[in-house]
């Protein structure tokens, strides 16, 4: 299964979205912190597992009202799928839409998926950094155990199962303890039970009594059985009595088909069928007669259409001739044309020829060769003419814009070395500028300095003013409490405070005073002279600016003085060149007016046209010899042709006109369809004569099938004629009701006597004497009804004294409080037993869960992390007893999983999981999702995880969300940015 597109219309903070994923084996998601990865996770689960509402209405979106989306997958059965889910339509169900516009519900898409539930699903196919957390705060001696569950399961759901079951049992019960619930109850009914045994030995009354109802309730019971047997045996005469005319008319039955003569086997339907043998036997043997008549017919014109008929050499011979006839047919009309064509080119060559005006005759075009590379040759002597000829004239156009540019930059040199000013009047202007911008930072920082000031003395008045205050509630507290508890040393400590107070304020104004002198005689409008203005500053910057540009563009025109110059000696270079190429060009010219001299009256442009001149005439010439040729061969065909019509005629003793080869023809076809017509008519005949001997034969064979059907019947029903056979049918038909009635009673009797009526049938008295049994039965039925009713009353007295003796109500409250805490016990043992056998049941599935899959996971994780260490550990030994996972190095050295970095547990846990995915994918093959699992790896251990990935990616589709740009880069497939 493979996903292809995602719309969203509303998930999360995820609303009219669309995602679309192409064939790339690993499809990496990659978004910052919050950028909804997780959400998109959720929301491809949520497509193909659903989610409860109370979990649907927490990815509700804030800023739409609709909830859901769509999700397109293939797969190799179904190809095209469209999953469809809307929060408020059908419960939130899926709708499943194939590429034959056909839907399918919820129960088909979990078919689709091999029944594989959500939390199966993101146990083995959906990875994150997150999911070793609740195994990294188990204490170190659980690890095993956590590590040994995830390998198997993928989560911790079967360690956390069986510890919850652990702590229910122990807190039920405990063989020895007294907080367990069972444990209290057990003691608790031990002390009930001694107080309802103390009250027991004081009711000894009661318990007689007691005893004298439990035997009036046995003999209670007794009688009323002893009424029900007799009851039933009442029923069951009853019975009889109704079924006895039933029994009497089967007995007679019996008696008549015993005493009769019996006809043992009869054919099923035998006269019905017997009537319709004879009915079908008699118009196939008139049609029979018929057949035999046309048989005769047809076999004489058979044999006079057989007479006509050319042999078979004879035959053969004129086939082979006519079968030559396209041949020839084909070899006159190419005569003819290739007449007409030799004519037409000769003509055509001559006039053509004269049009050229080529010293060269057409007797010299056989001998003239034109090597394969001369046209390239001749091109290419066309070709450097010209283009020697297009450089000159280039050439001299730019000599004349070398000059004409060299002028103009001389020029412009001129006028910009005028308009610059002198050295002294630049450095004029720029202390100028400077002076003003030293002004500046000397306000600056005058400004900054008075500010400064103000703050310190608006500082110290503060203080100044705390300082006061304080000292003045020190002292009044100091002397108020003097007075209060007369101690005059508390005044006196109360005048020094406030002198201490005053003499501070007086030091802190002194210290204000000069600060506000300072800030006084540096004032913030205190700058340094200068007689820069601001408009002679912004003067004598735009005056600079303006020379600098000035001095670039004259360093710019120099440049290109320069480049010009270069320019006139590349210009004398080229030049020299295009005079050494021309003379190259006029020797090849020279070359080939030797070889070719027809060539010396025509100019160099037009050699490579006329190549393709002389090539066609060359052409031409080939083609007229090859016509003239190919016309010999024709003519030789018709020749032959007509010699061997002339030699068959001859020996067929046959007239043919042998002036005209397509006469010839004509004859030949017209004997051959003659023939074939005589052959016809042969073949018709044989046909029809053929038919009817085997209409025939079916007749005779379905003569015989009747008849042997006849004879059957006959021997079944063991009659020598038709005669006897139909006395037999009656004897046959009059036993066969006999038995039918018989069966139909025996029938009514099994209804009436479920267990057989045989026994009855043996022996059957009068009616008297079942009417006497049945008023014995009546009489002593009434003797066992009125015991009922006297033990009854009995049952009622004893009830009432106890009832009497119960008056205090405590032996029965006592008792009935037992029974109740009884009750509590057994519940409490009930539920102590399912938990101890689910937790039996549970450590055999994990034992056989481990049996069937861990050899086949460990092998594929010992992949894994050979991979993911580098070779560095080779081999991964799963737990046994109370010793955890052990891996071995490729030293053959051994170390315990605690003995390992937190780093390698994570490669160890990885590893099982991609190994568990992989055994498993090959039920359930579905898309495996991580979310930012290879965050606390380093680079060398990422690449070799992904490379993992990729393998896994050619058989299942792998989406990796990640918010790590590292990742992004080297997974180097398919990248969604969020």
């Known amino acids: 299964m493979r996903i292809t597109d995602i719309i969203i219309y509303g998930f999360g903070q995820w609303v009219d979205q669309q995602f679309t994923f192409s064939s790339s084996k690993i499809t990496t998601i990659y978004g910052e ?15 193909l597992f659903g989610m409860p509402p109370k979990q649907r209405r927490f990815y509700q979106p804030k800023n739409s009202s609709k909830m859901g989306g769509r999700m397109v997958i293939m797969t190799p059965e179904h190809h095209r799928i469209i999953i469809e889910r809307i929060d408020d339509e059908s419960k939130g169900k899926a709708s499943c839409i194939l590429e034959d516009g056909s839907v399918k519900d919820e129960e088909w ?13 993101q146990s083995i196919f959906s990875f994150s950094d997150t999911d070793l957390a609740h195994i990294r705060m188990m204490q170190e001696d659980e690890l095993n155990e956590i590590l040994l569950s995830i390998g198997l399961t993928g989560s911790s ?39 309802l045994a103390e009250l027991r030995k004081s009711e000894s009354t009661y318990n007689n009594k007691v005893e004298h109802k439990q035997y009036l309730q046995e003999r209670y019971y007794t009688v009323q059985e002893e009424l029900v047997k007799l009851r039933q045996e009442s029923r069951k005469l009853d019975t009889f009595i109704q079924a006895l005319p039933l029994l009497r008319e089967v007995r007679s039955i019996q008696h008549q088909l015993h005493n009769s003569n019996h006809i043992e086997d009869f054919p099923e339907h035998g006269v019905e069928r017997m009537d319709q043998y004879r009915e079908h036997i008699l118009p196939l043997r008139s049609e029979k007669s018929t057949r035999e008549n046309n048989v005769v017919k047809y076999h004489d014109k058979m044999l006079e259409a057989k007479d006509l008929l050319l042999s078979d050499s004879t035959e053969e011979s004129l086939n082979e001739l006519l079968d030559k006839y396209s041949e020839v047919q084909f070899a006159v009309e190419e005569r003819k044309r290739l007449s007409k064509l030799i004519s037409k080119q000769k003509t055509r060559l001559d006039e053509e020829f004269q049009q050229l005006h080529v010293n060269i005759s057409i007797s010299e075009l056989d001998k003239l060769t034109l090597p394969f590379y001369i046209e390239k040759h001749w091109g290419k002597i066309r070709a450097d003419a010209e283009k020697l000829s297009y450089e000159k004239q280039q050439s001299e156009e730019q000599k004349s814009q070398l000059m004409e540019e060299n002028e103009f930059l001389k020029g412009k040199q001129r006028n910009i070395e005028n308009q610059l000013l002198h050295e002294a009047h630049v450095d004029e202007l720029k202390q100028r500028i400077d002076a003003y911008q030293t002004n500046k930072v000397l306000q600056a920082e005058n400004q900054k300095m008075y500010q400064k000031w103000q703050q310190t003395g608006q500082h110290k008045k503060n203080l100044n003013k705390r300082i006061l205050y304080s000292s003045i509630i020190i002292a009044s507290i100091f002397m108020i409490t003097s007075f209060v508890i007369t101690e005059f040393w508390l005044a006196v400590l109360s005048i020094i405070v406030i002198g201490f107070g005053y003499s501070i304020r007086r030091i802190n104004q002194q210290t204000i005073d000069m600060v506000e002198d300072m800030s006084e005689a540096n004032g913030p409008d205190d700058t340094a002279l200068v007689d820069v203005t601001l408009e002679e500053y912004h003067e004598a910057i735009s005056i600079l600016e303006e020379q600098e540009n000035l001095q670039k563009e004259s360093e710019q025109f120099n440049k290109k003085i320069q480049d010009n110059e270069f320019a006139w000696m590349e210009w004398k270079r080229k030049q020299t060149t295009i005079f050494e190429r021309l003379e190259h060009v006029d020797r090849q010219k020279q070359e080939q007016v030797t070889e070719y001299p027809f060539l010396i009256s025509i100019e160099v442009d037009y050699w490579p046209d006329l190549y393709h001149h002389l090539q066609r005439f060359i052409q031409l010439n080939e083609q007229l010899n090859e016509d003239e040729q190919l016309y010999l061969l024709e003519s030789t065909k018709v020749d032959n042709y007509m010699n061997q019509c002339e030699q068959w005629a001859l020996n067929n003793d046959k007239q043919l006109d042998l002036f005209d080869p397509e006469n010839v023809l004509t004859q ?15 073949q018709h005949y044989r046909t029809l004569w053929q038919e009817e001997r085997n209409l025939e034969q079916q007749l005779e064979e379905s003569i015989s099938v009747y008849q042997e059907s006849i004879d059957k019947l006959l021997i079944q029903a063991k009659a020598e004629d038709e005669e006897t056979f139909y006395q037999n049918a009656t004897l046959y038909k009059e036993e066969t009701a ?19 009526f045989a026994s009855y049938l043996k022996q059957l008295e009068s009616n008297e004497y079942y009417m006497k049994m049945q008023e014995q039965q009546n009489t002593t039925l009434k003797e066992l009804e009125e015991e009922v009713e006297d033990i009854r009353n009995n ?7 106890i009832n009497s003796l119960e008056g205090s109500n405590e032996l029965s409250k006592k008792t009935h409080q037992v029974e109740l ?6 519940a409490l043992f009930r539920q102590w037993a399912i938990r101890k056998v689910a937790k039996s049941y549970l450590t055999e599935a994990k034992k056989n869960y481990r049996d069937q899959y861990l050899t086949s996971v460990i092998q594929e994780a010992n992949i894994y992390f050979s991979t993911l260490t580098d070779q560095r550990y080779v081999k991964i030994y799963p737990p046994i007893k109370n010793q955890g996972f052990i891996v071995e190095t ?6 315990h999983v605690k003995e390992l970095s937190q780093g390698t547990i994570d490669q160890l846990y990885i590893s099982l999981r991609l190994a568990i995915s992989k055994i498993m994918s090959q039920q359930y093959l579905l898309p495996f999702l991580i979310d930012d699992a290879l965050v606390h790896f380093d680079t060398k251990r990422m690449e070799r995880v992904i490379k993992i990935l990729r393998r896994t990616a050619e058989n299942q589709q792998v989406i990796l969300f990640t918010c790590k740009e590292e990742i992004m880069q080297l997974v180097e497939g398919e990248v969604l940015q969020l």
Do not use: C, V
């Open 795 to 801: 049952l009622a007295e004893e009830q009432a004294i």
């Open 821 to 826: 805490e009884k009750e509590k016990l057994n």
């Open 668 to 682: 030949l076809a017209a004997i051959k369809e003659k023939n074939d017509r005589t052959l016809q008519e042969y």
């Open 33 to 47: 912190n919050e950028s909804g990865k997780s959400t998109l996770q959720q929301f491809i689960i949520f497509m």
């Open 157 to 195: 759901i079967i360690y956390d199962a069986e510890k919850r079951l652990h702590q229910e049992i122990g807190s039920l019960y405990k063989p020895s303890g007294r907080k367990p619930e069972i444990n209290e109850q057990l003691t608790l009914i031990q002390q009930q039970s001694k107080e």
């Open 109 to 121: 898409l979990n078919k689709l998926l091999n029944g594989i539930g959500i939390d199966t699903y």
């Open 890 to 895: 490729n030293e053959q050295r051994i170390f």
């Open 738 to 756: 006999l038995k039918e009635r018989n069966i139909e009673l025996q029938n009514q009797l099994i209804n009436i006597f479920p267990d057989g």
